[in-house]
């Protein structure tokens, strides 16, 4: 069964960092495209960022990123087996939003994120002072 479980979230203050986890489980995770997308309150659904898994499942080749976060998200490169981070720094109060990874439904292949792909239940950032 293909499952993603996000963790990390928490509250924290405005220029403060967090770590963000997505572990990965029932497929292989380094054949597929993966997202990370937010979803801030009263709002809808915003890409954050794409990720381009190597071969390795512990190496990343690619990412992207939205502009609104471009220069304070970073994907690190090391990941552990089939784990997914996204590490957010000088986090601001419109960053604060429910972060969710999502898994592109085909096998080696890239399309820009849809609200469609299979995502987990989130986790909880929230920036405040």
């Known amino acids: 069964q293909v499952q993603l479980v996000e963790s990390g979230g928490d509250l924290v203050q405005p220029g403060g960092s967090l770590r963000l986890s997505c572990a990965a489980s029932g497929f292989t995770f380094s054949r597929y495209w993966m997202y990370w997308v937010r979803q801030a309150p009263g709002k809808g659904l915003e890409w954050v960022s794409t990720?381009?898994?190597?071969?390795?499942?512990?190496?990343?080749?690619?990412?992207y990123y939205a502009k609104s976060v471009q220069g304070r998200f970073t994907i690190p490169s090391d990941n552990a087996k089939n784990t997914l981070y996204l590490q957010l720094d000088s986090l601001r109060s419109d960053d604060t939003a429910v972060y969710y990874c999502?898994?592109?439904?085909?096998?080696?292949?890239?399309?820009?994120?849809?609200?469609?792909?299979?995502r987990g239940q989130g986790t909880q950032v929230t920036v405040s002072s």
């Open positions: 990720i381009t898994p190597g071969e390795d499942p512990r190496s990343i080749i690619g990412t």
């Open positions: 999502a898994k592109h439904p085909k096998e080696r292949t890239f399309t820009p994120w849809d609200p469609g792909f299979l």
